[in-house]
């Protein structure tokens, strides 16, 4: 179960906390906080302090309805964190992309795995994810960011996330992407409404039957605050519940924005696991 991340190992048979860093100005949560390179250095040394294995940098937000970014906006906003948190910073940067460009730029630059909401859909994206040589993160999604939450529908949202990643990892492999470097996402509020993502999570563990790693997004999300009826800024207990539950299921990653409380909750899991 070790992986490597550019110069990097992890054993991901454990479970491993991302901190969320986006360096847009429109991102759902944080939008506009760290979009300075002094700021989101702050932001990734923080982090690191409290326990992250990874930083996901995003120029792109993929909230729904978010405006679409060209890519040299993106390379813009992406390129100077990934170079600065890689080069200073202990820990393995993530790129959150589905921009060829993009993953090619990061990577030269020190990111050690590519994050793709849209699964390496976009023209060139399996090539230049193949070329780059480090694992990569596959996502469902149905639809697009801009339109997925217009009533999304599944007869059965397990089967039909598992067929789609099952298809996605087909195609990785084919690309030359070797199956020990890829990481699945479930793709909680991706093209979902609240039924949908609650049934995934309580199946979550029945997706390691597909043989990779699980990385899990729940952190201050829309289904949430639908729950818990609290604003974004005030949904913390509602993320460590969701988190508490992924890990308990067998994630291996737990991508938050609250790193410091989630390393805690995930060192309860790991504890009681490691007795079983």
């Not at 590519?114 to 399996?126: F, K, S, T």
């Amino acid at each position: 179960m070790e992986m490597t991340f550019g110069r990097r190992m992890l054993d991901m048979s454990h479970c491993h906390v991302m901190g969320v860093l986006n360096v847009t100005p429109d991102s759902f949560s944080d939008g506009g906080q760290y979009n300075r390179l002094d700021a989101a250095l702050f932001r990734a040394r923080e982090m690191v302090k409290h326990g992250a294995a990874f930083i996901d940098v995003g120029g792109e937000s993929t909230r729904p309805g978010a405006a679409s970014v060209s890519v040299q906006q993106e390379l813009d906003r992406v390129c100077p964190a990934v170079e600065a948190i890689a080069r200073e910073l202990d820990v393995i940067v993530s790129v959150d992309t589905s921009t060829p460009e993009v993953m090619a730029q990061a990577v030269g630059l020190g990111a050690g795995l590519i994050n793709d909401v849209r699964a390496l859909q976009r023209d060139g994206a399996l090539v230049a994810a193949a070329s780059a040589g480090v694992p990569v993160c596959i996502m469902h999604i149905q639809g697009e960011p801009e339109t997925m939450q217009n009533r999304p529908e599944y007869q059965n949202i397990l089967r039909e996330v598992s067929e789609f990643l099952t298809l996605r990892i087909r195609a990785a492999e084919q690309a030359g992407i070797p199956t020990q470097n890829i990481i699945l996402d479930p793709g909680f509020g991706f093209g979902k409404n609240i039924e949908h993502n609650l049934r995934l999570l309580a199946s979550l563990e029945q997706l390691q039957v597909l043989g990779h790693p699980l990385l899990v997004g729940l952190s201050r999300k829309s289904m949430l605050g639908q729950i818990t009826g609290r604003d974004v800024d005030e949904r913390l207990p509602a993320s460590l519940a969701a988190a508490t539950i992924s890990a308990m299921k067998g994630a291996s990653i737990i991508r938050v924005h609250d790193v410091r409380e989630t390393v805690d909750a995930v060192k309860v899991v790991m504890a009681v696991k490691e007795t079983v």
